[in-house]
């Protein structure tokens, strides 16, 4: 997508009256649509559309060994992958800056213990832990990834069952393990404190949050604000442009802000959905 | 066990319930994205499949590959790495994933009318999201939606579907991952099932040549079922479109 110089100064424009191009003010997202439970032989999935942003995350968990500097600690691993569906850039090895970069992200913003306690999957200590991979795929770009994803991964990690272990034999070694044969005995994650990203757009003077594809086009320079809570777990600053000190701090206060929203937003959600519901789910909808 | 593990159980039933000459139920939808110019979703039975298709545009990279008198057709296969029951390292770029795509590609060119669109490209991309046995037909299929969604003149649709051989008698219609894994020869067949000419046929095991021709005219009665199945989802797609911009009210 390119814009000309009129449609950027449009653009700027509407920020600048606080009301944007699709009508809406700075701080307002666009409608999300939020599925769980939609990949069949996940632990967990989730899907999110945001607009015209379109991400699948599923969550796949095996056994492994810790690592031997953190025996108590499970694993937990993001993988992104940029389909071409999404747009031709992105075939063969195109997508994968991109990949990397938002994977990165958030592999940071889950680091810290208080965000997601990975004592919780060792199984026993030093020898074994349950190793959970979140995969995404991106299937449409639409603008503002980073948040779209963030809620997306909150959204599988929420909905992923662990298997229930009863027992753990030790005998030499050898390290031996019961998983619960009933299909409902498992344990869910904890994911109260799972961060949500936010990106911070600067356009013009203002900033803005969720920026579809022109927006982002017009934008000097962005922040992706990771809230855990009332506490950020990371901040990043994506895109070439520079930003002043004074404007970072505003950007990072409106981004606590509207995560919060976000993150009460989710939550309510999340606790309305009913997997009992017989539904045609996914895509067919 | 080894009666459980028959592909044709004595009072003629598979082991997921279906007879033998049943396909797996087809749901498909046209126009899921916005973004690329044409898309579908398609289900068979537990495989799910995407289809984006973007073009006919100008050749992207190299101008060589240009053709002078016909578009080139590029496609992508891909596999979501949670689609199958252990997980993939890699979406793309493996040996089975480069088959499929020249595959693919090999089945698309020969319906798409290419010689309309001299000096362009057409892009292809299909993503797996879940497979459950019969990926390849399910993304012929797919992609054939998605070309129909993007309005590229196809000389007809382009149906693909596979065949298998039971107790080294009885052919059985549309396989799943559970027969592939049972055993016993897979013969797959992308044709173009108005006209029935097959443009792709790919076989694995061994059978008889006598039997050939019964497992190779099952899988042709397979595509053309599969054509009825995507010909009621593409007129129900376009009444639905039709009907939004007011063409239903003055037939």
């Known amino acids: ?139 449409e770009c639409g603008g503002n990834l980073y948040d779209a994803v963030s809620i997306a991964v909150k959204a599988a ?31 869910k994650l904890d994911v109260t404190a799972a961060p949500i990203m936010v990106t911070v757009c600067k356009i013009g003077e203002q900033c803005i949050v969720d920026p579809n594809v022109a927006e982002e086009l017009c934008s000097v320079g962005a922040v992706v604000i990771a809230v855990s809570k009332d506490k950020f ?34 939550t309510e959600t999340l606790s309305e959905i009913n997997p009992n519901k017989n539904q045609d789910v996914g895509f067919l909808k | ?78 596999m979501a790495v949670f689609s199958t029951g252990e997980r993939k390292k890699r979406p793309r770029g493996d040996r089975k994933s480069t088959e499929i795509s020249i595959h693919l590609r090999q089945a698309l060119t020969a319906a798409i009318k290419v010689e309309l669109y001299p000096w362009t490209q057409i892009d292809v991309y299909v993503e797996v999201l879940h497979a459950d046995g019969g990926i390849y037909p399910a993304c012929v299929n797919a992609a054939t939606l998605a070309l129909i969604d993007a309005g590229i003149p196809l000389k007809e649709y382009v149906c693909a579907c596979t065949a298998s051989l039971a107790n080294n008698d009885v052919p059985l219609l549309d396989v799943s991952h559970q027969e592939e894994i049972i055993g016993g020869p897979t013969l797959t067949v992308a044709a173009l099932p108005m006209s029935g000419k097959i443009v792709l046929m790919e076989m694995s095991q061994r059978f008889h040549v006598d039997h050939l021709q019964k497992v190779l005219d099952k899988a042709l009665q397979g595509c053309k079922d599969i054509k009825s199945i995507l010909d009621e989802a593409v007129k129900s797609h376009i009444q639905d479109v039709g009907s939004s911009t007011g063409w239903a009210s003055t037939t």
């Open chain 1, 157 to 187: 990690l929420w909905d992923t069952r662990i298997p229930l272990v009863k027992s753990v034999t030790v005998d030499g070694n050898n390290v031996d393990m019961e998983v619960s044969d009933e299909l409902h005995d498992c344990q």
């Open chain 2, 1 to 78: 066990m080894s009666k459980n593990r028959e592909l044709l159980s004595k009072i003629g039933l598979r082991q997921d319930g279906r007879r033998a000459d049943e396909l797996r139920r087809i749901r498909c939808k046209l126009g899921v994205f916005t973004e690329p110019d044409g898309s579908a979703y398609l289900e068979q039975g537990l495989t799910k499949v995407l289809a984006a298709v973007y073009g006919p545009h100008q050749v992207r990279g190299s101008r060589s590959k240009a053709q002078h008198d016909s578009a080139v057709v590029n496609c992508q296969f891909s």
């Open chain 1, 233 to 266: 777990s990371t901040v990043l600053q994506i895109g070439s442009g520079s930003l002043h000190p004074q404007t970072l701090l505003e950007c990072l206060q409106m981004g606590e802000k509207v995560a919060q929203r976000l993150s009460e937003a989710l």
């Open chain 1, 1 to 139: 997508m390119a814009l000309c110089e009129a449609e950027k100064t449009f653009v700027l424009h509407g920020v600048e009256e606080n009301f944007r191009v699709d009508g809406r003010e700075r701080e307002d997202y666009r409608p999300i649509e939020l599925e769980t439970n939609i990949v069949s032989h996940a632990f967990g999935s989730a899907r999110l559309r945001l607009a015209n942003t379109d991400v699948l995350v599923a969550v796949k968990i095996e056994v492994d060994v810790p690592y031997p500097e953190r025996p108590k600690e499970g694993k937990l691993e993001f993988f992104v992958d940029c389909s071409a569906n999404a747009t031709p850039d992105f075939e063969g090895r195109g997508g994968e800056d991109l990949a990397i970069e938002i994977s990165n992200s958030l592999s940071a913003a889950y680091k810290s213990p208080e965000v997601f306690d990975l004592t919780k999957l060792c199984i026993l200590k030093g020898h074994k832990c349950w190793k959970i991979f979140v995969d995404i795929l991106l299937l």
